[in-house]
């Protein structure tokens, strides 16, 4: 009943390209996203980036996939994480993936109150429910640092996200095989700051996963 009257009031719309949903069915894409979308193949979807075994992404970062990530990532549409992480558990199923625990790239505590949720954390725990594997905090942000979307450079992408990270509990790692998380992949920058940080605490696999990359 409750869902009924959301739908009502609150009718759902494609997470990209917002076109208005029929009520019940319990999906967030409309059919002409499912076929239309800037989906990447087997070769394009895996990525080489420092101190991961590999780093899986299902979608191209262009279009309706961009503009749905900034309106998931600024605009408080939290409900996305879901349909982002049904594309990722395919992809990461159809690569052969297997994997111990999940956790995330997280945000430093002041982007965490100016924002109020972690785009990738709400990610990586929808994730973790398809997969049926824990989904564990086990990195965080030490220090506040420029957003990687307004740095083009890619060895000021790296600078900017060195030294960031840090273990939580080393013994939560070690011998363990671990998915990390995050919305979206560019240089890799991020992700390899984190991993070799998951790396060097022991960790005996780290695979990346993220919902979109531009390239």
């Known amino acids: 009943m409750i869902d009924r009257i959301l739908d009502f009031f609150y009718p759902p719309r494609c997470a990209f390209c917002r076109t208005l949903l029929r009520t019940g069915t319990g999906l967030w894409v409309c059919p002409s996203c499912l076929e239309k979308l800037p989906r990447l193949t087997r070769d394009e ?67 965490l109150r100016q924002r109020g949720y972690d785009q990738a954390r709400l990610i990586a725990e929808e994730l973790a429910k398809r997969l049926g594997l824990p989904c564990e905090r086990l990195l965080v942000k030490r220090r506040h640092t420029r957003p990687q979307s307004g740095i083009s450079d890619r060895e000021k992408r790296k600078n900017n996200a060195a030294g960031v990270y840090a273990i939580l509990n080393a013994e939560r790692v070690k011998g363990k095989r671990v998915l990390l998380v995050d919305d979206i992949v560019t240089t890799g920058a991020t992700l390899a700051s984190c991993a070799g940080v998951l790396a060097d605490a022991g960790c005996a696999a780290v695979f990346g996963a993220a919902a979109a990359t531009r390239s």
């Open 45 to 111: 979807q895996r990525r080489d980036v420092p101190h991961t075994e590999l780093v899986l992404a299902p979608l191209r970062y262009e279009g309706v996939v961009r503009e749905s990530l900034l309106r998931y990532k600024f605009g408080g549409l939290t409900a996305y994480a879901a349909v982002y992480a049904e594309f990722l558990a395919k992809c990461i199923d159809e690569n052969g993936i297997s994997c111990d625990s999940i956790t995330w790239v997280p945000l430093s505590r002041r982007r």
